[in-house]
């Protein structure tokens, strides 16, 4: 892309986030991204190692407007019984000017934590959920 109209860049205001398929209206932020690990490939007649793709690590965060207690209660819910807790996490990017909309589900999500309790006076509160996930696809995304 050559050119672009500075319109066309995409404000968060307009994500989305559902989590088991439950809208999570309150969201404030998401990210996903998925980190790769080489391993070094020595090879003859060179003296710069080669890399070869050796494992992928998916890790996330959201960060959500404290409003209810459901997803830290699920999480506390399922750890006590000492089960793990999995979840599916789709988010949605999009803006009424870009040129599409981009929709990632990512699965087998497992928070990092249980926020049981986290305010402080006079501060508006908010939970942030660190998460690893073990597949991802893209549902929808934007070529243009």
């Known amino acids: 892309m050559k050119q672009f109209v500075s319109n066309q860049v995409i404000n968060g205001t307009w994500g989305e986030l559902w989590v088991d398929d ?4 309150e969201v404030v932020s998401c990210k996903g991204e998925v980190s790769i690990s080489y391993s070094d490939i020595s090879m003859v007649r ?3 190692a080669g890399k070869k793709m050796t494992k992928l690590e998916g890790k ?6 404290h409003i209810r207690s459901n997803i830290s209660k699920h999480i506390s819910d399922k750890i006590k019984r000492g089960q793990t807790p999995d979840f599916k996490i789709i988010t949605k990017l999009s803006d009424p000017d870009a040129l599409g909309a981009e929709r990632v589900v990512f699965y087998h999500c497992k928070f990092d934590k249980a926020i049981l309790m ?3 006076v006079q501060k508006n509160t ?3 959920y ?3 996930f073990e ?3 893209y549902l929808d995304n934007i070529d243009a």
């Open 22 to 25: 439950e809208y999570i209206g």
């Open 46 to 48: 060179s003296l710069t």
């Open 135 to 137: 597949d991802w696809n």
């Open 126 to 128: 908010e939970e942030s």
């Open 130 to 132: 660190s998460f690893t």
């Open 60 to 65: 996330g965060s959201v960060k959500l407007h």
């Open 118 to 120: 986290d305010w402080e």
